[in-house]
């Protein structure tokens, strides 16, 4: 992620536009991706790419997009609202992650991995994304941001293969 994106998505959270508002403005741009193109491209004009901002959005983030159109912005808009995401969900005391497994997780379980998380990040909510991994023979494997924590069969294989081939 560029530190451009992480700008533009920290002026994003800071105007304070409501979650739904912006929520339904992002999908209509990520739903046309010929419209977040035509914003992007170098070929169409500034006025024109206003004109159509003036028309489909409203409120801030219409000005946020031509501000966007203006600087040549418009092509890191994906990783802007990855920067915003990180930053709100920062900003919130919440910690997303992805949870693969190959069973599901019994709620003490779960309840028990999100203690974990809670405790060691220090925040108050935790969003697992959960997601069916087959491969893993047994256990779970946690990611969030850069850490990944494999407590999977596969994993302490892999982790046993690599001791024995140094020895």
């Given amino acids: 992620m560029t530190q451009l994106a992480i700008n533009y998505g920290t002026v994003l959270y800071e105007l ?12 209509l ?9 035509s914003l992007a491209s170098p070929v169409v004009s500034l006025k024109a790419k206003h004109a159509v ?14 501000k966007l159109c203006d600087y040549n912005s418009m092509g890191y808009l994906e990783e802007i609202f990855q ?3 990180l930053y709100r969900n920062q900003a919130e005391g919440k910690l997303e992650g992805e949870l693969f497994f190959v069973t599901p997780p019994t709620d003490i379980q779960l309840e028990k991995i ?9 925040k108050k909510q935790i969003e697992l994304k959960m997601q069916q991994a087959p491969e893993l023979i047994g256990g ?7 850490y990944e924590y494999d407590w999977s069969y596969a994993g302490r294989l892999k982790a046993l293969q690599q001791k024995l081939v140094k020895k």
């Fill in 53 to 66: 901002i003036d028309k489909i959005f409203t409120g801030m983030f219409k000005n946020f997009l031509k």
């Fill in 29 to 37: 741009l990520q739903e046309t991706k010929e419209l977040a193109e």
């Fill in 140 to 146: 779970f494997i946690i990611r969030t941001g850069n």
């Fill in 114 to 122: 999100k203690g974990f998380l809670c405790k060691k990040y220090n």
């Fill in 83 to 85: 920067a915003y995401d």
């Fill in 16 to 27: 304070n536009i409501p979650k739904e508002e912006l929520a339904a403005q992002r999908s």
